[in-house]
């Protein structure tokens, strides 16, 4: 990188440096990139002193922001520049401020501040502030408290390992976020073996680097299957022979499977009973379904295709208690902060491309939860079942989308007339409100304060459940969409797919907003 023309001066005037603020006292700091996050860190720090960081200039590759001002700093140069303006400019440390840059100019980047002696920082986008992914001991990560309207819980504990440590232990979807962040911390907890099952070779490549730090994707802890393919099931629980299971594999874009109900009851259903029939002939001690809040008094073909994925776990938990066998339970989630599609994603793409924020409905309340909390129910469930539950966190009040939108746009320093919400109207399927029981569940404490549960209820289960997915299987494998809905609405008495009211050409965004 070619050094500034102002940088070569051997007797230290600094004559023409930006003046310190008044007051300030804080380490003199460069800010790589003047874009939306860039402008809200300068505005940022030169708010809060008790960050320690006072802003002398920033640099963006854009040549029409050259000499702008930005929040009381001049845009100095381009990136190029930077050992030259940091030396000229008598910088002790550099924030590199721009979302998404590639991790190779973010090294350039940074030995080009070390060549001039500045200590560098790293702005934590937010949502990684929110994957724990960095930490930002020096500036304002993400309040999560706020977004969600209550305090995070810790859900994990301890005991955890002994139904991890020394077995083996299969993940299906575990290239997805949950999977994924499943196999991080089942891996923490000593298996014997870790098998990670998606359908999707690119996920599993990723999530080996991610984990190991390198991809050479030679050895038998990756496995590409399609969990409706029954054989190719059958062929791996024999083969790997495992212990413990978490199910995390699913179809679960909401709007999607309203149009294509065929396609979520082939992975969403047949797919779990492919494994649980796999995990019963195969003696595998635990087996946890993730199903989401969806599924209770379900109003959509996703919440209908999970509420039977449930009932099949629990029918089979019941043959498994009577042979003394496994362990099969489920677990239910609401919306998960953080995860790929999450609402926080797309609110982070629409604030930053500075179009309106899309929301369904001014009164759409959502539960939310974090990862750390989604995956600490499922290893909390895997411990504490004995056959048969569904698990839930109580997660508070629900959310309302309006509040969070609002939340999340204060702590990214953005005003109320810098965000504009463009109601969609509810799509089909979707509730204004979801629950996290049905009407005719008994909520039931745990031996964890946070969590309950709800046991199996004959009573809403469907007197032939084996019989009415035999035809609702042969509907799905023929792409009979019409004659599937049907039958979901024969086996879930109660359920009925809730009108749209949304404009045709509403913009589309991921499932729960």
Not at 52 to 59: D, N
Not at 194 to 202: A, G, R
Not at 242 to 261: I, Q, T
Request: charged letters at 20%.
């Amino acid at each position: 990188m070619s050094p500034h023309p102002t940088a070569a001066r051997p007797d230290g005037d600094r004559t023409r440096l930006p003046a310190q603020r008044a007051g300030s006292t804080g380490l003199r700091t460069l800010v790589v990139g003047a874009g939306a996050a860039g402008t809200a860190l300068v505005r940022d720090l030169g708010r809060t002193p008790e960050f320690g960081l006072t802003p002398v200039g920033v640099l963006d590759d854009d040549p029409a922001k050259a000499g702008l001002d930005v929040s009381g700093s001049p845009v100095l140069g381009p990136l190029a520049e930077l050992t030259g303006l940091a030396l000229a400019h008598d910088a002790q440390v550099v924030v590199l401020a721009i979302p998404g840059l590639p991790h190779q100019r973010v090294r350039e980047l940074a030995t080009a501040a070390a060549a001039a002696g500045a200590a560098v920082r790293y702005l934590p986008s937010f949502l990684s502030a929110l994957r724990r992914e960095v930490v930002g001991s020096d500036m304002r990560t993400l309040d999560v408290n706020r977004l969600i309207g209550r305090h995070e819980v810790h859900v994990v504990s301890p005991d955890v390992r002994t139904v991890i440590e020394g077995r083996r232990v299969l993940v299906t979807g575990a290239g997805g976020s949950i999977g994924s962040e499943l196999c991080r911390q089942v891996q923490a907890f000593g298996p014997a073996a870790l098998y990670m099952l998606d359908h999707d070779e690119s996920n599993l490549h990723r999530l080996q680097l991610d984990i190991w730090g390198e991809a050479l994707l030679t050895d038998e802890s990756l496995v590409i299957a399609d969990i409706r393919d029954r054989p190719r099931i059958q062929q791996i629980f024999r083969d790997l022979r495992p212990d413990v299971v978490f199910h995390a594999a699913a179809h679960k874009h909401l709007p999607l499977l309203e149009r294509h109900p065929s396609e979520a009851v082939k992975s969403n259903v047949l797919g779990t009973d492919h494994l649980v029939e796999a995990a019963l002939a195969t003696g595998v001690e635990r087996f946890v379904l993730i199903s989401t809040d969806k599924a209770a008094d379900p109003t959509s073909v996703l919440g209908a295709s999970k509420r039977l994925a449930e009932l099949i776990v629990q029918a089979n938990a019941r043959d498994a208690r009577n042979l003394g066998t496994g362990v099969f339970a489920a677990v239910r989630f609401g919306n998960v902060l953080g995860s790929r599609g999450s609402l926080l994603s797309v609110l982070e793409e629409q604030l930053r491309s500075g179009g309106p924020v899309t929301v369904t409905h001014p009164d759409v309340t959502r539960f939310f939860m974090t990862i750390e909390e989604a995956v600490g129910l499922v290893l909390e469930a895997g411990r504490m079942a004995e056959g048969g539950e569904v698990f839930v966190l109580d997660m508070g009040e629900p959310v309302r989308i309006v509040d969070l939108v609002h939340n999340f746009a204060e702590q990214v320093q953005l005003g109320a007339d810098e965000v504009e919400i463009r109601y969609t109207g509810l799509r089909a399927g979707e509730k204004l409100n979801e629950a996290l029981f049905s009407d005719a569940e008994e909520r039931l404490p745990t031996a964890h304060p946070r969590i309950f549960a709800t046991a199996a209820d004959h009573a809403t289960a469907p007197e032939d459940l084996a019989g009415g997915l035999t035809g609702l299987y042969g509907a799905a494998t023929v792409n009979s969409d019409p004659e599937v809905r049907e039958r979901l609405a024969a086996l879930l008495p109660g359920y009925q797919t809730a009108p749209a009211r949304t404009p045709a050409l509403a913009t589309p965004y991921p499932d729960g907003f």
